[in-house]
């Protein structure tokens, strides 16, 4: 979802680099023409990020910088040369600013946050220089397929202290409707118990033509 | 089963606690969560601590306790409105608009800490309260000014959870049950979660005086919940294939009045079934099969005294899955058990049966992850009165996908829809509002209808 | 969901009152020997209501009056009394401290919402006499169950402007793997297209016991 | 073909529309979503007015234009970054923190407004501009002071839609493609949603120099998205059953250079499973027939030169359904247009086809709503290589579960997962956030996994 703007020979700008998951992807998507530089405030972050790249051969991609962002701007040296900025910053408001000045006319800033006042305050800020600001919350629900008809929808919850007594299976005498479908397929999803119930918001916006 | 032994229950101030009352034990904001019965001799041991229940005897639902150290050893001492308003206060101020602090230069290591667990213990001998033993680990950290508001918030409640355990009492209903069980147990209700037994419940149009025919393999949840809306009116049928009931043991878990649990029956669905012509000879004989089934169930419950008899565990109390622990006195007090758990569950009397052959049920609710949804409901729709609705909930949807086509094509209902119920929880919290992380992302699924009259099934008259 | 914690024979305040939908089923949960109290600032708002409740025979259980609850909060005759009090008002927070002397010790009270704003502000001033003070979203999804298998999955948008050109079936020749499970069931379910995505936000919270 | 055809498009700025180029024109803020190609002579009815495109010409993609009336009737002329300005920073002053006023006291009709129809266009034949007929409506408005900001903002913009509508010029991508087939069409790119879409990408691994196989059954969004992710490298293959490859007219809409082109390429399945020891002759045979085939389907894009001609509607301007048209010029310039579609979707060379058959595809994504995904999955999966990643999109979960249950039983993949994604949009505005009231509640289904060597199916070597 992030990255659905970010084509090959793109040149891009992140902050922060964090575990560089986001990275990666990016870099992927740019791949082979294009470039992404991304900054992280935290020296030894930035080292182990660029280290891993190195290791999964995108270090021709990817330029790893410590660099305070939200203090200090993105370097002016790609003023209105970049494609897209992705912002994962605790405040991001400081930061988009600059991003501003970096983005090429037409140019999408992405922000991720995990909170709404973030997007609150972020949203006021894009507001002046930005147009089109939409804000997404992206969930992946994931299904678990079971076969069987009316089997194991219980006990494996991983303890055995007494799930319900009742453990038989009973069936009414299946009548013989001629209507009827068949009762069951043999494969039957169901979601997942657990899920990742919110990861944060995803802000986009569109540098505004001058 | 006589209906007059120690009938006092409707004397009781529902708002308090009373001798031989059910209570849900929140300990630690939510980290464990414990069904018990208050009496004389029931213990609840925390961290590594024995200490008894008796203390929250004649307290309002609500109040909370605090682990201490009586001159008798551990006990509950009630927490008071002042003091808990200091700490949300403290809590709530912690929470600045925009952080300007983060962790940056903070390296967290074991060394911060200069209290050692023999200076604790020795704090403890001279008979340090928790919260003073928490402000003296506070004092001791090297790091503590360091952090910001957030993680000092995070550090003072770890050590408060540890040093002065809380426990929050709270009244048992269909909503804090079926919260308890989903959060650590929710195999044994079925996965049916809150939202999903609120839906049940209004879409089946649960109202005083409905006489409602369930079908409940959840553990008792959906009966107890029927029961708790009808208030000691119309009656909930809690019908069964086969000889023996299904348990429902989370009903003993509500603390119904006597008047309630009479409205709460069981009774096989072939009594339900036989000829509509009402041969009583046959009901009669079945009747006397199952008054000895249930009466042998009951000694079963009897001897467990609740329906999940979990011996208490030790837990870890920064444990983030929360526990659910059902316990028992140690010393049994018969008499108001008996007066709490003989009523719910009794056979329907014969007039009844017989009254709802000639009217049909008021409406239907399934719950039963073990049965198949179109065979069941084909069984039981004949039993409504037409324009009745139904529910069913299952946690697959395909089951309920192939029954809602066969009503269909069957002409039998109308109205039919299958939803599912999302339910998200947010932390509301200045600067840090957003959906909880975590969250239950199944809530199953409910197939909701109307009873019409169909050609191709028996009829009631 | 809201209704919840509503049994027979609580009184219960609501305010406003609206189209006196959610009043209908409190009113249906505290029956036979409950009492719902219900006020809306329209004048013209509550008289309809009251009619309504006199045509569906719910008159005997709620009592309908005209009162801006967030100017001058509810009827002093219910201090102490009340087991639950329901706010759907544009500025709940002003209703909240009233709402707080009406309730009973543990009693509970519950507020909805559309706007995140209305529940950080009622949040706030919820957390100096409430507490277990709970926010929820709750969402209703809907299926369409259709019989066949792979059929009819596209047009039926209701225009008939050329929907794909390509409308034949077709099939692969069904292999014999003998593990094989039988394709396809003849009732599918499958979300139906267009949901509510948002009706507001509940927020739960319990009187403090003094 | 012949592939030197004035290839000019690497010259194009990618950022700035050219004569020929496809555009996505939002009209009233996504009110009418149109896709067009801009040339001299094609034209746009907003309102019951004709309007050339011309002025579109030369600017940059993300520019904002607005319908006035020129000299030689209505024109779209662009609006100046100042104006636009003001006009936002309006809308963000109107919001105040906590409402104050509100619609208690209004009571609206339609004799607030004292300018009549008469007046309207009188003031138009004296050349007033869209925004001064705006104003002045709202000065001849007897309610407009007595409305909250909110109603005051929605009034002020009902106007200006209606007077002074206005054109955003957006580029066409995987993204703005798809999400405007999505709002009117969504049955012709079979529901896939944006972040479906994105997601089959992501698990498909699709990156540059990968060789993808895709079933394409939604209109070519699919192969588009590919093509569009690839740059210029690998391939996508795509691929069909029987004799006629699928609709692809999608890809057209995409401003591809003839490098992307190149690399989009048709294939009948019999083509890719043949005989593993590439007996050539086969190939060659069906290649022919193929050639003339797409060929012939060739011909029937040219006349129709774009996917969907739909003629041009006349729209609601209060619409709330949003429009989406597929105008096409009316003088056409077929040079320009020729050189833009004849390149996507030719056949695979012999080579290439069996380099296929060597290595296999780097990975396969399905959406193919009408075919069995069991089935097709069976078929396909031999020609991946293996350890690659495989991504199947269907409306419906029970197709997919079947599909999964019978890989894991044959031992053919890896890592199979069902997904189905959430979006939410939201609006963000001063005391007003909140998700959207109306959402799709429907992304698809996703099943996902890897390939890996099975004994019981035909393998690579």
Not at chain 1, 1 to 7: E, Q, S
Not at chain 1, 196 to 208: C, E, S
Not at chain 2, 28 to 57: E, H, M, W, Y
Not at chain 2, 323 to 342: F, G, Q, W
Request: some cysteine; proline content about 5%; hydrophobic content about 35%.
């Amino acid at each position: 979802m992030k990255a659905v703007k970010v084509v090959p020979g793109c040149l891009v700008l992140e902050s922060g680099t964090g575990s560089g998951s986001l990275t990666t992807s990016l870099a992927r998507a740019v791949a082979p023409t294009g470039q992404v530089y991304t900054f992280d405030f935290h020296e030894q972050r930035a080292a182990s990020a660029r280290e891993d790249f190195e290791r999964t051969g995108l270090s021709s991609l990817v330029t790893v910088g410590v660099r305070d962002v939200q203090g200090e701007g993105f370097p002016e040296e790609f003023c209105g040369l970049v494609d897209s900025v992705f912002l994962d910053l605790p405040q991001p408001w400081l930061a988009i600013p600059s991003a501003g000045k970096m983005l090429k006319q037409d140019g999408i800033l992405c922000s991720f946050s995990p909170c709404i006042e973030q997007v609150q305050h972020s949203s006021e800020t894009l507001r002046s220089n930005f147009t089109d600001i939409r804000t997404f919350e992206v969930l992946l629900r994931t299904y678990e397929v079971r076969e069987g008809k009316m089997d194991s929808s219980q006990g494996d919850e991983g303890d055995s202290l007494g799930s319900l007594p009742c453990k038989r299976r009973q069936r009414l005498s299946e009548g013989s409707n001629q209507h009827e479908t068949s009762s069951s397929p043999t494969a039957m999803a169901k979601p997942s118990g657990e899920a990742r119930g919110h990861t944060g918001y995803l802000t986009f916006a569109r540098l505004k033509c001058f | 089963m006589s209906q007059n032994k120690l009938q006092k229950d409707s004397n009781h101030n529902p708002r308090v606690t009373w001798e031989g009352c059910s209570v849900l034990l929140d300990i630690n904001d939510g980290d464990r969560l414990v069904f018990a019965r208050l009496t004389a001799a029931s213990t609840l041991k925390i961290g590594n601590k024995n200490c008894s229940l008796q203390p929250l005897i004649g307290y309002p639902f609500g109040s909370l306790f605090q682990l201490e150290n009586g001159t008798k050893g551990p006990c509950l001492s009630r927490v008071l409105p002042a003091t808990e308003g200091n700490y949300l206060q403290e809590k709530v101020d912690f929470q600045i608009k925009d952080e300007s602090k983060d962790n940056r230069a903070l390296v967290d290591n074991n060394t911060a800490q200069s209290l050692t667990g023999e200076d604790i213990d020795e704090m403890r001998r001279q008979g340090a309260t928790g919260d003073e033993i928490v402000e003296a680990l506070i004092a001791n950290s090297a790091t503590f000014e360091k952090k910001t508001s957030f993680s000092q918030e995070k550090y003072k409640l770890k050590k408060q959870k540890k040093y002065a355990p809380r426990v929050l009492l709270r009244r048992p209903s269909a909503r804090s049950i079926s919260e308890a069980y989903f959060k650590k147990y929710p195999a044994r209700i079925g996965f049916l979660r809150v939202d999903s037994l609120s839906l049940l419940l209004s879409m089946a149009n649960v109202t005083a005086h409905s006489d409602v025919l369930v079908v409940d393999m959840v553990g008792g949840i959906l009966t107890g919940a029927v029961a708790e809306r009808l208030g000691g009116t119309g009656y909930v049928c809690n019908t069964y294939l086969g000889l023996d009931p299904y348990p429902m043991g989370i009903v003993r878990i509500f603390n119904f009045s006597n008047e309630i649990c009479k409205r709460i029956v069981q009774t096989p669905l072939t009594d339900l079934r036989s000829a509509q012509n009402g041969t009583s000879v046959q009901i009669g004989s079945r009747e006397d099969i199952c008054n000895i089934k249930s009466q042998s169930n009951e000694e079963i419950s009897s001897s467990n005294s609740l329906p999940h008899t979990v011996s208490m565990e030790e837990t870890a109390l920064s444990s983030e899955n929360g526990m659910l622990d059902l316990i028992t006195e140690t010393a049994a007090s018969p008499v108001i058990r008996a007066c709490k758990t003989t009523k719910a569950g009794e056979k329907a009397s014969k007039e009844t049966i017989n009254l709802w052959k000639e009217n049909g049920f008021s409406s239907l609710i399934i719950a039963a992850p073990d049965l198949d949804a179109w065979s069941t409901v084909k069984e039981l729709l004949p039993l409504l009165s037409f324009s009745a609705p139904f529910a069913i909930y299952h946690q697959y949807i395909q089951p309920l996908a192939t029954c809602m086509h066969n009503l269909q094509l069957g002409k039998m209902a109308i109205g039919l829809q299958i939803s599912e119920p999302w339910l998200r929880e947010y932390q509301v919290l200045p600067s840090r509002t957003h959906p909880h992380m975590q969250m239950s992302a199944f809530g199953g699924y409910i197939l909701s209808g109307t009873r019409i009259c169909s050609s191709d099934q028996p009829q009631l008259k």
